[in-house]
């Protein structure tokens, strides 16, 4: 009896060791996919009803876009694309930029003074420098070609938002500011993507 009892001790402890060991393996290979893999992508939510309307949320598997095509996670809403394509100075970015500045121009008188009098923009290509900065799942497609840029002309810089609609580009311009505004506010995504490409910012699409 008390070697039966024993023995029965014995194989409770296995039993749980093994549980044990397999529960820790499970989560850590969840925990493991959570953070290399599993992405998050912002959505329209057209159902009023929805406690997230008029914006929602939703987690994307990115292992195809990292193992794959080497891309890198940022964080869980930002993707970093190696292959990513020059950002064209077009005749639509160039409307882009050039709304941006009239729709700022209260907040910055001067730089509207600068592009009314052609002392800035007026020579657009040969001016403008963009540094890709990372891309994140665009709702319209689940795949992450909605790209940002940063662009410098002049003593200054406005972020680029570029992005497939009905299988055309189409360009959107923001928060302009003095050059080194944005490092300056985004310490943490600037060294991740320095960790990602040491030759960032040198690397431009000009």
């Known amino acids: ?32 996919y959570k953070m290399n893999y599993e992405m998050i992508m912002h959505y329209t939510d057209l159902n009023e009803n ?9 987690k994307i598997d990115a292992r195809y876009w990292i193992l ?23 005749s639509k970015l160039e409307s882009a930029i050039i709304k941006c500045i009239e729709d700022d121009k209260v907040v910055y008188p001067i730089i509207y003074k600068k592009f009314k009098e052609k002392k ?26 909605q790209d940002f840029f940063l662009i410098y002309f002049d003593r200054y810089e ?5 992005r497939i609609q009905n299988k055309q580009l189409s360009y959107s311009c923001s928060d302009i500011s003095i050059k080194g505004k944005f490092n300056e506010l985004n310490p943490v995504l600037i060294k991740k993507i320095k ?8 690397y431009l699409n000009k």
């Not at 929805?50 to 939703?58: E, L």
């Not at 080497?70 to 020059?86: A, E, L, R, T, V």
């Not at 960790?195 to 040198?202: A, K, L, M, T, V």
């Open 1 to 32: 009896m008390a070697y039966k009892l024993i023995n029965l001790v014995k194989n409770k402890l296995i039993l749980n060791t093994i549980l044990c060991l397999v529960i820790t393996v499970g989560t850590f290979s969840i925990w493991r």
């Open 50 to 58: 929805a406690p997230d309307f008029p914006f929602g949320q939703k």
């Open 68 to 90: 794959e095509k080497n891309f890198s996670k940022i964080d869980d809403y930002k993707i970093y694309n190696p292959h990513i394509n020059h950002l064209e100075k077009n």
């Open 120 to 145: 800035i923009l007026s020579n657009f290509e040969n001016e403008l420098v963009t540094i890709y900065l990372f891309s994140v799942f665009d709702e319209n497609t689940n795949m992450p070609n």
């Open 158 to 162: 406005a972020s680029i938002s570029r």
């Open 195 to 202: 960790s990602i490409n040491p030759r960032f910012p040198e």
